[in-house]
């Protein structure tokens, strides 16, 4: 009966031995499962860059006592998009401050300037995501840096109305994200009344629409 034990229990650790040696722990297989979900991410995952003449990147603030719209005419970006699994997406943007349009040519240049952009010292803004969320019906939470005016804070914007086709011959991806931020959080206070932030000469929130057209590379 002793021999039987012995034979068992040596039976017991080789093939505890082997199926470690193989890699067959919980481990293992653990990581293993985890390596094939993110290669999986990635073969979904393809690169789209921004079209600058089909995408637009529109602000408001408010002017005394109604809202002024205006516009940035250039912007360029990547987006890695995952369109079955809008999650695992990532995106980052640039904007050349110089291409603010206001609609009247000294304007843009008084903004431009120290007073506001001064995009001597800080020619671009720029946005990196860093997560996606969904929030159900095609809208997702966005959330990332933006840098503005030599500042860096985490914003959080809505992801919608995401779309993909052909635009001649070229797979394409459109969508639109939409953010409000502070311009005092980035440092610009012209004209800003420090106890009624949103009623002098020039408000204090800024919303954002920014409307995107990529096409795959």
């Known amino acids: 009966m002793q021999n039987v034990l012995k034979i068992s229990e040596a039976f017991v650790v080789l093939l505890t031995t082997t199926l470690a040696l193989a890699g067959?722990?919980?481990?293992?297989?653990?990581?293993?499962?985890?390596?094939?979900?993110?290669?999986?991410?990635?073969?979904?995952?393809?690169?789209?860059?921004?079209d600058s003449d089909h995408s637009n990147v529109l602000f408001k603030i408010r002017h005394g006592v109604t809202n002024f719209y205006s516009r940035f005419n250039d912007i360029k970006g990547s987006i890695n998009f995952d369109k079955d699994h809008i999650e695992n997406s990532s995106m980052t943007f640039t904007v050349p401050i110089a291409s603010v349009d206001t609609h009247n040519t000294g304007r843009d240049?008084?903004?431009?300037?120290?007073?506001?952009?001064?995009?001597?010292?800080?020619?671009?803004?720029?946005?990196?995501?860093?997560?996606?969320k969904p929030l159900g019906d095609g809208v997702y939470s966005l959330t990332g840096e933006l840098t503005l005016h030599g500042k860096t804070n985490t914003i959080e914007a809505k992801l919608l109305d995401i779309r993909t086709g052909k635009v001649r011959r070229s797979d394409v991806v459109g969508f639109e994200v939409r953010f409000t931020f502070k311009r005092s959080d980035y440092g610009m206070t012209k004209f800003l009344d420090p106890k009624n932030p949103e009623s002098g000469l020039l408000g204090d929130t800024i919303e954002m629409i920014v409307a995107i057209e990529a096409a795959a590379k």
């Open 24 to 50: 067959w722990n919980s481990t293992n297989s653990n990581a293993q499962t985890r390596a094939t979900a993110q290669d999986t991410a990635t073969a979904t995952t393809r690169e789209y860059v921004a």
């Open 109 to 132: 240049g008084f903004i431009k300037g120290a007073n506001f952009f001064n995009d001597r010292q800080y020619p671009e803004a720029t946005f990196t995501s860093t997560s996606i």
